[in-house]
C-alpha cells in the first residue's frame, strides 16, 4: 500500500526567507508525486507533479521540488517566500492507471512579516 | 476551460438524515473522484467513477455511495448522517485516460451535521 509522510504539521518562516517542505513517500513501483495547497476554506490547487524524466520538477508560482528515489523523498523549495504563500500543503502519491490520490497529513506553512 | 464545480458550497444536515453532493468536472474530463477531508483524519479518498462506472473505492462505509452521469457529471450521497460525517467533500476531476492523470479539484462542499 502506497502511503505519505509529511514529518512538519507546522512551519513558519520570515517573508523573503527560503523554504523546504518534505515528503517522504512509501511505494513499491514507480510512484506518481504531487504538491497542493490549500487556502483556507478552498480546494486543492495543484503546484506541481512528477511523473518520470528529470527530477527537479518546476511549479507554479516559482516552486518547485526534487523527486529523490533513493531517500523516497519529494521535497517541495522555494527561494524566497512571499505572505501570499501562507496556505496548507499537502504532497500526494498516485499510481499509474489509478486516480486515487494518498495524502501526507499536510504541512501548514505560516509567513511572518 | 471552466474549472471543477461543486453544489452546495455549504450544508448543515441533522444526524439521521441524509445528503446529496453535485460535482461538475472540467469539460471533457471522464474521471471524478470524491475525497473526504477532516481534521483528524486528513484527506481521505472515498470513490472513482469513469463513465458511469465505480472504477476504484476507498475505505468507507455503505451508506457513502456515489453515481455518474452520461454527462460526467457526479453526485455523491450520504444516508443516516452521523456526527462524524461533518467535513469538506472535495471533488477531483482528471481525464482518466492515460493512466498518469492529474486530478483537478473543486472548491469543496463543506458538510456540518449537527
Known amino acids: 500500500a502506497q502511503s505519505v509522510t509529511q514529518p512538519d504539521i507546522h512551519i513558519t518562516v520570515s517573508e523573503g526567507a527560503s523554504l523546504e517542505l518534505r515528503c517522504n513517500y512509501s511505494?513499491?513501483?514507480?510512484?506518481?508525486l504531487f504538491w497542493y495547497v490549500q487556502s483556507p476554506g478552498q480546494g486543492l490547487q495543484l503546484l506541481l507533479k512528477?511523473?518520470?524524466?528529470?527530477?527537479l520538477v518546476q511549479g507554479i508560482k516559482g516552486f518547485e521540488a526534487e523527486f529523490k528515489r533513493s531517500q523516497s523523498s519529494f521535497n517541495l523549495r522555494k527561494p524566497s517566500v512571499h505572505w501570499s504563500d501562507a496556505a496548507e500543503y499537502f504532497c500526494?502519491?498516485?499510481?499509474?492507471?489509478?486516480?486515487?490520490?494518498?495524502f501526507g497529513t499536510g504541512t501548514r506553512l505560516t509567513i511572518i512579516p | 476551460k471552466a474549472g471543477v464545480t461543486q453544489t452546495p458550497r455549504y450544508l448543515i444536515k441533522t444526524r439521521g438524515q441524509q445528503v446529496t453532493l453535485s460535482c461538475s468536472p472540467i469539460?471533457?474530463?471522464?474521471?471524478v473522484s470524491w475525497y473526504q477531508q477532516t481534521p483528524g483524519q486528513g484527506l481521505q479518498f472515498l470513490f472513482e467513477?469513469?463513465?458511469?462506472?465505480?472504477?476504484n473505492k476507498g475505505n468507507f462505509p455503505g451508506r457513502f455511495s456515489g453515481r455518474q452521469f452520461s454527462n460526467s457529471r457526479s453526485e455523491m450521497n450520504v444516508s443516516t448522517l452521523e456526527l462524524g460525517d461533518s467535513a469538506l467533500y472535495l471533488c477531483?476531476?482528471?481525464?482518466?485516460?492515460?493512466?498518469?492523470?492529474?486530478?483537478?479539484f473543486g472548491p469543496g462542499t463543506r458538510l456540518t451535521v449537527l
Open positions: 500526494a502519491v498516485g499510481a499509474q492507471g489509478n486516480e486515487k490520490l494518498t
Open positions: 477531483a476531476s482528471s481525464s482518466g485516460t492515460s493512466g498518469r492523470d492529474t486530478q483537478y
Open positions: 467513477y469513469f463513465s458511469e462506472t465505480q472504477r
Open positions: 469539460s471533457g474530463h471522464r474521471s
Open positions: 512528477y511523473f518520470s524524466g528529470d527530477t
Open positions: 511505494y513499491g513501483a514507480t510512484p506518481y
